[in-house]
């Protein structure tokens, strides 16, 4: 009789290994929504280097969260901070609280506060402009906007309507509408 109850508790053991042991049902992969596009990858704390002719790094651009939207040929970027930093020329940096580029980052659209500050290092009074949205293009360091745009620079207060520059050429042009008041 001990042989049976041991052969038979050795046999719910078997079976209860077995039973805890089998795979469990797959779920297949869930079918994307209309227009949702196809997932890509997604980093947090992302940095981009870009280089000039000679290889040397002429910007950056920072990211605390990026993700890629493959069908749409783009990134998403989140509280992006892109560092213009030409060498033997005026240091840029430009922030804004979300953006998209293209993969190849040959274009930024920055939106949600942009902000424009120049880095002088000869001690003459940076440069700050401010404005909504910003289209920057890395490989000629133009940008430009259709907004409002504030700019302040020493003593100097000018408000308009759209913004042209060049940062290498430390140049800033407002298109329209232009309002200015010139402390001495």
Known sequence: MRNLVL????????????FWSRPTMIEPPRQHAAGEGDLGYYLRGARMVGTDASGRAVYRILADRLEERPSEERLVLERVQVEYRPPGEMPWVITAGSGNATRDRSLLELKDGVDIRSQPTDGSPPVHVTTPALRFVPATSSAESDQRVVI?????????????????????????????????
């Open 7 to 18: 052969l038979v508790l050795l046999g719910a053991a078997a079976f209860a290994s077995w």
């Open 152 to 184: 302040d620079a020493g003593s100097w207060h000018l408000e308009g309507v759209g913004l042209n520059t060049r940062l290498k050429d430390n140049r800033v042009e407002l298109e329209s509408d232009v309002h200015g008041k010139f402390f001495p």
